[in-house]
């Protein structure tokens, strides 16, 4: 049977000599992986629409074993992305997590949505360290991970100057600061944007500037809590280290 989807590639794998496996990220399935038959022929209808990044409308026929990609259609390119290897490391990035924090067809409309915007709001030339810490955040629940950031982790309080635990696993206010004393300092621009970046919708966000130094404190606290409570380890973080160092000596 054909069914339509709409999808971004979020990983390719060669398959024989002219096959690829494309693992789509799709709106009404989640991910699946499909067999795209000929892809890497030159000539082939499947080989630009198999490209990562790719986003469009994908007709696929399933059967009992894995799914055929019998056509597509791209709905916009990511050209800015595709063109600029900055841009294609952090888009990298994201797909990579977005591909470790997902099972397979596990249907989550609102995360393709999260996904597309950020893709799309980096093609056209938002910040894309943003795009990511946010994306960051917002994959946190995805992994079943739920940050303290309404309270102090440790008494409770809503008021306070916050500092961040990564052992209590949250804001910890300036009482409590005793009961980690490896808590990070951070200014109280970086608590209200990871406040922001964790509950607030991406299409409510409009245009922020963020300071350097905010980002750095920002992407210390994310980086800390990943590496401490999501257990992924992810083959592009490498490559957009070295691709953000790359950029500070431009
Ligand atoms: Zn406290």
Redesign the pocket.
Known sequence: MLQKCEGVVIRTTDYGETNKIVTLFTREWGKIGVMARGAKKPNSRLSSITQIFTYGYFLIQKGTGLSGLQQGEIITPFRSIAEDIFLTAYASFIIELTDKCTDEKKPNPYHFELLYQTLHLMNEGYDPDILMYIYEMKMLNVIGLYPVLNQ?S??G?AS?RFSFSIREGGF??H??LEKDPYHFKISAATVKLLRLFYYFDLSRLGSISVKDTTKKELKMVISAYYEEYSGLRLKSKKFLDSIAQMRNLL
Do not use: N, P, S
Request: contains cysteine; neutral net charge.
């Open positions: 102090c440790v008494c309080e306070g910890i206010c009482r409590c």
